[in-house]
């Protein structure tokens, strides 16, 4: 098996074990594409994992999001981004171990977007680890999911461009983005406050983030009527489809939906 087989099978192992949501519209992805979007999905992932981790301190995971974030400006190096992980190589995942090898993965000319775009997010990251995750108001709420979500959806119109000239509304873009991030946020919201965490503004009942989730929802709606039928669209269609399913489910006071029902509305968006 060449290097590049390796590399391509390991990238599609990772990307199976990190997200159920996301591995299948990847996989639904045309060739070069496929590649591109998947290798963003794991840089982006990589630097998520440090975000998240229930062990590393807030000052600590500001330090290591910055470091990486100045690395990723570029040129990219291999052994400088390795000696910052180097000494956290027992509590990092693989997804995070691995980044220069998602970054290698990735094709060389869509590189640099997804490079800058995942810079600016560990950047956003590290600030908010600072700021203990406090979101005061709509719009901290605002800065928060477009740091985490919001620039996911800027990448991706930046990447649909570069694969076939599709165009979209970056804003709507950002609105996608947003709306998937505050279904998360209410799917996670009891689990988070046990962790000591709450990423609802100060005052704000579940109504209110349902409302937020419901109006950047509608905005990803309008942000999917740009894409001509294929791929992307389907590649599109289907997280959105499971946030819409995901908060009606949420509404009627189920935890998430069934895997039979995401299933069934997986095969409903890609039959379409």
């Not at 985490?148 to 983005?177: F, P």
Request: with cysteine; net charge negative.
């Amino acid at each position: 098996m060449s290097e590049r087989n390796e590399l391509q099978r390991d990238a599609i192992n990772v990307l199976k074990e990190t997200s159920r949501t996301f591995f299948i519209p990847i996989s639904q992805l045309d060739p070069g594409v496929q590649e591109a979007v998947a290798a963003a999905y794991l840089c982006m992932r990589a630097i998520d994992e440090i975000e998240d981790h229930p062990e590393l301190e807030p000052a600590l995971k500001s330090e290591l999001l910055n470091s990486i974030s100045e690395i990723l400006e570029g040129p990219f190096n291999r052994e400088s981004f390795e000696s910052i992980v180097a000494p956290h190589r027992a509590f990092l995942p693989e997804v995070t171990l691995r980044l220069a090898d998602w970054i290698e993965y990735c094709p060389e000319t869509a590189a640099d977007t997804v490079l800058q775009a995942t810079s600016i997010m560990a950047k956003g990251m590290a600030d908010w680890a600072m700021k203990g995750w406090k979101v005061k108001d709509e719009q901290d709420l605002d800065d928060y999911t477009y740091y985490v979500a919001g620039l996911v959806g800027v990448m991706l119109s930046d990447i649909w461009k570069w694969h076939d000239g599709t165009e979209t509304d970056k804003q709507l873009a950002i609105a996608y983005g947003r709306g998937l991030q505050s279904v998360n946020i209410l799917r996670n919201h009891v689990e988070d406050r046990e962790r000591g965490v709450s990423f609802f503004p100060e005052g704000w009942e579940l109504e209110d983030m349902f409302s937020y989730a419901k109006r950047n929802l509608a905005m990803a709606d309008r942000y999917i009527e740009d894409i001509q039928p294929g791929s992307i669209l389907n590649f599109c269609k289907i997280p959105l489809a499971l946030a819409h399913g995901t908060l009606s489910a949420l509404e009627k006071g189920k935890e998430k939906m069934s895997r039979a029902e995401v299933t069934e509305m997986v095969s409903q968006v890609i039959e379409k």
